[in-house]
């Protein structure tokens, strides 16, 4: 079974763009979306299951899942990820040439719905939960977009985890 660590080597060893070729400041983007959260207390972890991929959350495990905690507030940070085992899999319904497969897209929408009942439910336990979003390696970047979430605003037609964003995810209004 693969890591997350383990997968992203072996994509960037499989697609040389995705390591940054020739290094310098325009090197391509890394090859996964991360999604970070971070709460007041502890939340429970939902291991990744091979059989059944989907949301899961883990405890970081990389150097740069580290380098994300200066992004929060809140001392309990953990990586979020969906059934491609990166935050990738959240975003659907806006870039049409990666969704043209219905079984793909609705397996994005069941990963980001098992985010959003998390959500709901760990909200309700430990009060708002703060989260990054970012392209990996771009950890400890200077957010770039801030916005308020709730669980249910991830449900609609279509849903986008912006580079360097930094949200605070609220309870749903009653």
Request: aromatic fraction near 10%; charged fraction near 30%.
């Amino acid at each position: 079974m693969f890591t997350r660590k383990k997968k992203r080597k072996a994509l960037r060893l499989l697609d040389p763009l995705s390591r940054g070729a020739g290094g310098g400041a325009h090197s391509p983007k890394p090859a996964c979306m991360a999604i970070y959260l971070a709460a007041e207390g502890p939340l429970p972890l939902i291991e990744w299951c091979a059989e059944t991929p989907g949301f899961y959350l883990a405890d970081l495990e990389t150097e740069n899942d580290e380098l994300v905690r200066v992004q929060f507030t809140r001392p309990h940070v953990y990586y979020a990820g969906s059934h491609t085992e990166c935050g990738c899999g959240f975003n659907y319904g806006r870039i049409a040439k990666f969704e043209r497969d219905a079984e793909e897209l609705a397996r994005k929408h069941h990963s980001l719905a098992a985010m959003s009942e998390y959500l709901a439910h760990e909200i309700g336990r430990v009060g708002e939960i703060e989260l990054f979003s970012c392209w990996d390696g771009d950890q400890a970047a200077d957010p770039e977009l801030r916005r308020d979430l709730t669980p249910t605003s991830l449900l609609g037609e279509s849903f986008l985890f912006y580079e360097k964003e930094l949200s605070v995810v609220r309870e749903d209004a009653a």
